[in-house]
């Protein structure tokens, strides 16, 4: 089984002195900078609905992963995949190493190892990535000055999962299908977080919402924030299938990145978006004060909930 599905996964990527199908995989990083290093287990009925598509499984399995990678500015090089599978399912095997492949491609990823073993399904990936050296962004650099931002749109997977879960059988078609191929589908936010190493203060990806990952990177930098609610990205999708600043503050699953940085001169701020391949939008301001706050498009302040999603929270 791991040679007919996952030896093809090895590709060609620098550095692999060996690959899948020993007792350990061998690996030469680049002479300078630091390896960047991170693990995420999904595991069905919590990660992702049962009934996901597999092959929208493996491409959201990787790209959780690369999105803490894309976090830190690191370019990936490499992941192990260790999997627990009910049954041995050729087809299921077959779609969940082709929706892998593609997202590992498409970013140069070369899968070195893993594990296998029978069980209730999860699947858990280490990555691998590398930082210049010196370099790395961190979540405690922000302070009182610097804006706070975020790639892409927010709350639309978690309005997916809703809509997914709502469809009684039927195929999910406009909006609602946009929706749930973002939280099938996410797209690491690899390019950005390297265009960002010189340039953010802080950073981190958003997946319990971004609310309490915000929260979070407050907290490591020591400093407060007042979050502009009118001003959170909304996709046309999200706007159209009536989600509210609930879902969008707290809803999570969304993997974009949210990062701080100085304030910057107009053309500066030019050329950072023309390095980055998706939209960024200011969505607040650090401030010294502890706490997270929001202001409302009247300039009410108000404390703002850091609720997100929380494991130990949720009934089993
Ligand atoms: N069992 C564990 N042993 C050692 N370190 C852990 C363990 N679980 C989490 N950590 C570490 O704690 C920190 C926070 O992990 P956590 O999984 O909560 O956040 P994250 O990986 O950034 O977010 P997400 O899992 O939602 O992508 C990370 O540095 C992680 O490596
Ligand atoms: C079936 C199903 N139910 C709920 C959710 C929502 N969800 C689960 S874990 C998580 C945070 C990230 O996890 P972690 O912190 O472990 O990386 C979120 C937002 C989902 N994706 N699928
Ligand atoms: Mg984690």
Redesign the pocket.
């Known amino acids: 089984m791991i040679r007919r599905y996952f030896q093809a996964l090895t590709a060609h990527r620098e550095g692999v002195a060996l690959g899948v199908g020993d007792d350990a995989a061998l690996l030469e990083p680049p002479a300078e900078g630091r390896v960047a290093v ?3 287990t999904l595991v069905s009925g919590v990660h992702f609905p049962e009934d996901i598509p597999v092959e929208a499984l493996g491409h959201r399995s990787l790209a ?1 992963n690369l ?2 990678i894309a ?1 830190v500015g690191g370019r990936p090089l490499w992941v192990l995949l260790s999997l627990t599978l009910p049954a041995y399912d050729a087809q299921w095997l077959e779609a969940f190493t082709q929706g892998f492949k593609g997202l590992a491609d498409r970013h140069g990823v070369a899968l070195v190892g893993g594990d296998t073993t029978r069980g209730a399904l999860s699947v858990t990936i280490t990555a691998l990535g590398h930082v210049p050296p010196g370099g790395g962004l961190h979540r405690s650099g922000a302070r009182p000055g610097d804006g706070i931002w975020v790639t892409g749109t927010l709350g639309d997977a978690a309005l997916g999962l809703q809509r997914w879960q709502q469809r009684a059988g039927q195929p999910l078609t406009g909006d609602a299908a946009f929706l749930a191929a973002r939280l099938f589908r996410p797209e690491p936010r690899v390019v950005a977080g390297q265009a960002l190493l010189e340039t953010a203060s802080a950073a ?2 958003i ?2 919402g971004v609310a309490v990952d915000v929260a979070r990177l407050l907290e490591e930098s020591g400093v407060g924030a007042t979050l502009e609610l009118d001003a959170l990205p909304r996709s046309e999708g999200f706007i159209a299938e009536g989600g509210d600043l609930a879902t969008l503050l707290h809803g999570g699953d969304d993997y974009e990145l949210c990062f701080t940085m100085p304030p910057l001169g107009a053309e500066a701020l030019e050329g950072l978006r023309r390095r980055l391949d998706v939209p960024i939008t200011r969505i607040g301001t650090v401030e010294s004060t502890p706490g997270l706050r929001g202001a409302d498009g009247a300039g009410n302040v108000c404390a703002l909930d850091v609720g997100g999603y929380d494991h130990f929270a949720v009934d089993p």
């Open positions: 991170s693990c995420d959780v999105s803490d976090a981190v990806d997946s319990d």
